[in-house]
T-cell receptor
Framework: DSGVTQTPKHLITATGQRVTLRCSPR?????VYWYQQSLDQGLQFLIQ???????AKGNILERFSAQQFPDLHSELNLSSLELGDSALYFC????????????FGEGSWLTVV | GESVGLHLPTLSVQEGDNSIINCAYS??????FIWYKQESGKGPQFIID?????DKRQGQRVTVLLNKTVKHLSLQIAATQPGDSAVYFC?????????FGTGTSLTVIP
C-alpha cells in the first residue's frame, strides 16, 4: 500500500459525460501528479500540483482540468468524454516538487461507452 | 481484428535465475532515477532508486546500475520468483518532471 488513495476504482460512463476522479496523497506529501495510462501510449504525464498551485502541465487536453485543495487532496475533472479517453488514470504524490520518489495510487479505471 | 496495443519488450526467465532489465534514458541532465514494478490492473510500485552521483545501489534481491556515459540504467533481480512477473519501467527525473519508459514485461517460468 503506497498510501495514495484514489476513488473511484472503476467508472463506466457514456460519451459526452463528465466525471471527477479523486486523489488523497500520502500523509505529508505536498505534491500531486496525474498520469494517464492507455494501451497505446503508456504512462503519460497530465499535470502536477504543489501545495495547491499548478506546477507543471503535460499532455493534458483542454477538456480535462484539475485542482488541489487546501487539505491537499486533488481532483481530476474529465468532460465531454470520448471513447479514446478510456484509460487508467493514476495519481501519484511526493514530498516536494523535484528529486523525490513519487508514489502511485492504484488508479481509476475509466471506461467510456 | 487484430488488437492494437503498446508492444513492450519482453523477457522470460526461469524461476530461480537472475533477471536483467535495461532502460535507456534520454536526458543527460537527469539526476534521479527510479525503477517501478506494475502488475496487471495495479498502480506502479516503487522498487529502488538511484541518484546520479552513484553507479550502483542494492536493495533486497534487486540491484540498480547506472551508466551515465551511455545513459543506461539496468535493474537486476536475483533469484527471480513467480511473483516478480510484471511490467518494469524506469523513470528519470529532470528538474521537477519524471519521464517514464514504456516498460519491459517480465514473465517468470515456474
Amino acid at each position: 500500500d503506497s498510501g495514495v488513495t484514489q476513488t473511484p476504482k472503476h467508472l463506466i460512463t457514456a460519451t459526452g459525460q463528465r466525471v471527477t476522479l479523486r486523489c488523497s496523497p500520502r500523509s505529508g506529501d505536498l505534491s500531486v501528479y496525474w498520469y494517464q495510462q492507455s494501451l497505446d501510449q503508456g504512462l503519460q504525464f497530465l499535470i502536477q500540483y504543489y501545495n495547491g498551485e499548478e506546477r507543471a502541465k503535460g499532455n493534458i487536453l483542454e477538456r480535462f482540468s484539475a485542482q488541489q485543495f487546501p487539505d491537499l487532496h486533488s481532483e481530476l475533472n474529465l468532460s465531454s468524454l470520448e471513447l479514446g479517453d478510456s484509460a487508467l488514470y493514476f495519481c501519484a504524490s511526493s514530498v516536494t516538487v523535484a528529486g523525490n520518489t513519487i508514489y502511485f495510487g492504484e488508479g481509476s479505471w475509466l471506461t467510456v461507452v | 481484428g487484430e488488437s492494437v496495443g503498446l508492444h513492450l519488450p519482453t523477457l522470460s526467465v526461469q524461476e530461480g535465475d537472475n533477471s536483467i532489465i535495461n532502460c535507456a534514458y534520454s536526458n543527460s541532465a537527469s539526476d534521479y532515477f527510479i525503477w517501478y514494478k506494475q502488475e496487471s490492473g495495479k498502480g506502479p510500485q516503487f522498487i529502488i532508486d538511484i541518484r546520479s552521483n552513484m553507479d550502483k545501489r542494492q536493495g533486497q534481491r534487486v540491484t540498480v546500475l547506472l551508466n551515465k556515459t551511455v545513459k543506461h540504467l539496468s535493474l537486476q533481480i536475483a533469484a527471480t520468483q513467480p511473483g516478480d512477473s510484471a511490467v518494469y519501467f524506469c523513470a528519470e527525473n529532470t528538474g521537477n518532471q519524471f519521464y517514464f519508459g514504456t516498460g519491459t514485461s517480465l514473465t517468470v517460468i515456474p
